[in-house]
């Protein structure tokens, strides 16, 4: 089973501030099969990006992902008042497996 | 627009039964494969099992393997869970989710449901 293990459980920034969020993989994850999730407490989570680094329909081009192998990051430029939610990645090469989560808080 | 509308969740003691339904609308649901995800209250997201668009290929976590069973109904648009011998861990909310294309294996999750809350308790 591929362990995702995403840094840092807690991050606190303030509107306009650049977010990095990252997500390192067990082992080498397939194809770049890497995805990225938000999730607000009683909505349905909602896809950000996909295949490492491509942004689903609507999402704003302040998401951004990148990485490769084992390692991976989601940046958000300058975030906006709704952007504070839990961030999950995911890798769907080897089923499916997701992170513990990244709570992005108002600091 | 897609939606997906889970139901059929509650309250079930140990060892007891429930099954859980997902109607879908908005896409072509014959097309797509589909899923399961939970989430225990305060934990992280699990994802439980997933269904390609014929039904021919099914997959599951070993956590609920051999007491899950997922399958859809093209004609009424709907996926199920059927979940047998559940125990307390089984406790969660359930979300479907809809794959991005039509085998679910390397695919990923495009749309999520709101999700139905299912508990295990005597």
């Known amino acids: 089973e591929v362990v995702l293990t995403q840094s840092p459980d807690t991050l606190s920034l303030s509107p306009g501030e650049r977010a990095t969020l990252s997500c390192r993989a067990s082992q080498s994850i397939t194809g770049r099969f890497l995805a990225w999730y938000q999730h607000k407490p009683g909505q349905a989570p909602r896809l950000l990006i996909y295949d490492t680094s491509t942004r689903a329909t609507g999402i704003p081009d302040r998401f951004s992902g990148s990485g490769s192998g084992t390692d991976f990051s989601l940046t958000i430029s300058r975030l906006e008042p709704e952007d504070f939610a839990v961030y999950y990645c995911?890798?769907?090469?080897?089923?499916?497996?997701f992170g513990q989560g990244t709570n992005l808080e108002v600091k | 627009e897609v939606q997906l509308l889970e139901s059929g969740g509650g309250l079930v003691q140990p060892g007891g039964s429930l099954r859980l339904s997902c109607a879908a609308s908005g896409f072509t649901f014959s097309s797509y494969g589909m899923g399961w995800v939970r989430q225990a209250a305060g934990k992280g997201l699990e994802w439980v099992s997933a269904?390609?668009?014929?039904?021919?290929?099914?997959h599951y976590a070993d956590s609920v393997k051999g007491r899950f069973t997922i399958s859809r109904d093209s004609s009424k648009s709907t996926l199920y869970l059927q979940m047998n011998s559940l125990r307390a861990e089984d406790t969660a909310i359930y979300y479907c989710?809809?794959?991005?294309?039509?085998?679910?294996?390397?695919?990923?999750?495009?749309?999520w449901g709101q999700g139905t809350r299912v508990t295990v308790s005597s």
């Open positions: 269904i390609s668009a014929t039904a021919g290929s099914t």
């Open positions: 995911q890798q769907y090469g080897s089923l499916w497996t």
């Open positions: 989710v809809k794959v991005s294309y039509k085998y679910a294996y390397g695919y990923f999750f495009d749309y």
